[in-house]
T-cell receptor, first 114, second 117 residues
Framework: KAGVTQTPRYLIKTRGQQVTLSCSPISGHRSVSWYQQTPGQGLQFLFEYFSETQRNKGNFPGRFSGRQFSNSRSEMNVSTLELGDSALYLC?????????????FGEGSRLTVL | GNSVTQMEGPVTLSEEAFLTINCTYTATGYPSLFWYVQYPGEGLQLLLKATKADDKGSNKGFEATYRKETTSFHLEKGSVQVSDSAVYFCALSLPMNYGGSQGNLIFGKGTKLSVKP
């Protein structure tokens, strides 16, 4: 079955703009998590959604937001982009029967902020 | 706070060499522990896991044992192959009653492994 799909794969924005990233989880998976990956900070948890509800949130400013739709697809939005937001944004999904921490990751959306 | 510390890379080995990547953690409660691997151009994949003390996770010739007394979860493989070249991430998941959730992992910074033929 198809894996986690993230779009777009690459994008370039300028400071002050906003961006929306999309994630389609594996069919049947209802939990979606987002992570930011940078060379300096590594992988950091952004937020997690389950059945359209935010279940957990990491330590990021309010400029980072997300949502989940009834078909489990998820989007994350970053407003007022800063240079430091340049990163690989990873989406991961898991099923209700998955054990905690057993995540299936997409290949990521690489955001460059100029 | 809760954190994972891995040995700095990159690590370069010859084919068939023995591999150890050290990982230690700090966490409240009794976390579950994981190793994820990221091959070039691919997403992270779960390599192995252990959910309680003294559990040994194993997969594809890799092993790691959950050591509560030393708060460690070192990754080992007896004979590496060129195809094992990747970035390896140690991670933990907190119990639900300590603020954990299914999709919330705390990762180490990753160790890049290069295996030469």
């Amino acid at each position: 079955k198809a894996g986690v799909t993230q779009t777009p794969r690459y994008l370039i924005k300028t400071r002050g703009q906003q961006v929306t990233l999309s994630c389609s989880p594996i069919s049947g998976h209802r939990s979606v998590s987002w992570y930011q990956q940078t060379p300096g900070q590594g992988l950091q948890f952004l937020f997690e959604y389950f059945s359209e509800t935010q279940r957990n949130k990491g330590n990021f400013p309010g400029r980072f937001s997300g949502r989940q739709f009834s078909n489990s697809r998820s989007e994350m939005n970053v407003s007022t982009l800063e240079l430091g937001d340049s990163a690989l944004y990873l989406c991961a999904s898991s099923s209700k029967t998955s054990e905690a921490g057993e995540l299936f990751f997409g290949e990521g959306s690489r955001l460059t902020v100029l | 706070g809760n954190s994972v510390t891995q040995m700095e890379g990159p690590v370069t080995l010859s084919e068939e060499a023995f591999l150890t990547i050290n990982c230690t953690y700090t966490a409240t409660g009794y976390p579950s522990l994981f190793w994820y691997v990221q091959y070039p151009g691919e997403g992270l994949q779960l390599l192995l896991k252990a959910t309680k003390a003294d559990d040994k996770g194993s997969n594809k010739g890799f092993e790691a044992t959950y050591r509560k007394e030393t708060t460690s979860f070192h990754l080992e493989k007896g004979s590496v192959q060129v195809s094992d070249s990747a970035v390896y991430f140690c991670a933990l998941s907190l119990p639900m009653n300590y603020g954990g959730s299914q999709g919330n992992l705390i990762f180490g910074k990753g160790t890049k492994l290069s295996v030469k033929p």
